[in-house]
């Protein structure tokens, strides 16, 4: 709803494993947002920034902060395009990027121009939810804790683990819950 209504500006949130877990559904937790809302949806990985330079669109490598300029454009566009004015920014790996400052230069150069972006976004009257994924919402760092724009947390358990939640979540052969 809030990604509908023109209201929510450009916010980030992380969503982590309760179990600590792979595999648990951050991503397709996502994907049902932006599906549900029927918004644009990216991906990206933060093992890509490791290093001074970043190819992400094969057309060549540029450094961490050109490539999430050009990432955030795409997004940007998108949203634009979008009646609501909104898409969905799914961000994997999100611990290297709040924690750069620990990981590498290269990921704080790339984490800090991911908040300009935002900020940008935000000025702009769009609605692009960033959402950052984490094993273990203790390795959220400082970078996204002082930018205030990761302040909203959602825990996920992953059904395959919990039998409850596979036969609630169970759909048949014709894609009926």
Known sequence: KQLKSNKMGTKGIIVYS????PGCGRKFTAKAIAGE???????????D????????FGAGALSPEASIKKLFSLVTTQAEANPHKSAVLFIENFE??????FVSQYHQKAMSQLL???DKADKMGLNIL???SVADPRLIGEAAMKSFKFI???AVTSPAYNKEERAS?????KGEL
């Open 116 to 118: 300009r972006e935002m």
């Open 18 to 21: 309760q179990d600590g877990s």
């Open 49 to 56: 920034f490791g290093t001074k330079e970043v190819d992400l």
């Open 130 to 132: 960033v959402v950052g």
């Open 169 to 173: 979540g169970y759909i048949n052969t």
């Open 37 to 47: 809302a029927r918004v644009p949806y990216v991906e990206m990985n933060t093992m």
């Open 152 to 154: 909203d947390k959602v």
């Open 96 to 101: 290297y990027f709040s924690v750069g400052e």
